[in-house]
């Protein structure tokens, strides 16, 4: 399964326009714990970190290690666009990060799953760049990033979480659960046309 969600911009439409309205928003549903505090029945994991070293794949929470080149692979590969590696590694460094290496790989720090998240630290986080390498999909690697990444920021007593998917994956996101516009809260994101955004590369 192709875990595409977050894109940090608008889609864009096969034949080349710009779509005006942003992706699917969904927040992760925190009815019965609204404090923020952990939350053990929404915080566990479906996989253990020993079932998965077991099975060759180490995880890790912090972008230490992750080789930046080999995510941006990754994310190609997903569809994603490559990124500017420079950029990539500023926003790893504000982010909250867990990502599953493949321990028996020869190449050390290449990631295999990956899922960041981004927001204030205490209040506000949103989820970014959930991938999973393509020969690797079907595994539960996803879920296992995203369990881990709910997971801390629960921890840290984050208690508004939210991402935008693409409609393929929403039911995925919705078994980990998050929901689509809760109490009627609509997702927006800020739009520049193609005009403005020539003229302000020119």
Request: hydrophobic share 40%; aromatic share 8%.
């Amino acid at each position: 399964m192709q875990m595409q969600a977050a894109r940090p911009r608008v889609g864009v439409r096969p034949r080349g326009g710009i779509r005006p309205f942003p992706l699917p928003t969904l927040s992760f549903n925190n009815n019965s714990n609204r404090s923020g505090s952990a939350c053990a029945c929404a915080c566990a994991v479906s996989v253990s970190d020993s079932e998965l070293a077991a099975r060759g794949f180490a995880v890790r929470r912090s972008s230490t290690g992750l080789d930046v080149g080999a995510l941006n692979e990754v994310f190609a590969r997903v569809g994603f666009p490559r990124r500017q590696e420079e950029r990539l590694r500023r926003a790893l460094e504000h982010s909250e990060v867990v990502w599953l290496e493949d321990s028996a790989s020869s190449s050390a720090g290449r990631p295999v799953a990956f899922a960041r998240a981004a927001g204030d630290g205490v209040f506000n986080a949103v989820v970014w760049d959930v991938v999973v390498e393509p020969s690797c999909q079907g595994l539960g690697l996803g879920r296992a990033v995203m369990e881990r990444l709910v997971a801390d920021l629960r921890g840290k007593g984050v208690s508004n979480i939210a991402l935008y998917a693409e409609p393929r994956v929403v039911g995925f996101y919705r078994l980990l659960g998050f929901a689509m516009d809760p109490d009627a809260i609509r997702g927006m994101a800020f739009y520049r046309s193609r005009q403005q955004i020539q003229n302000t590369s020119s």
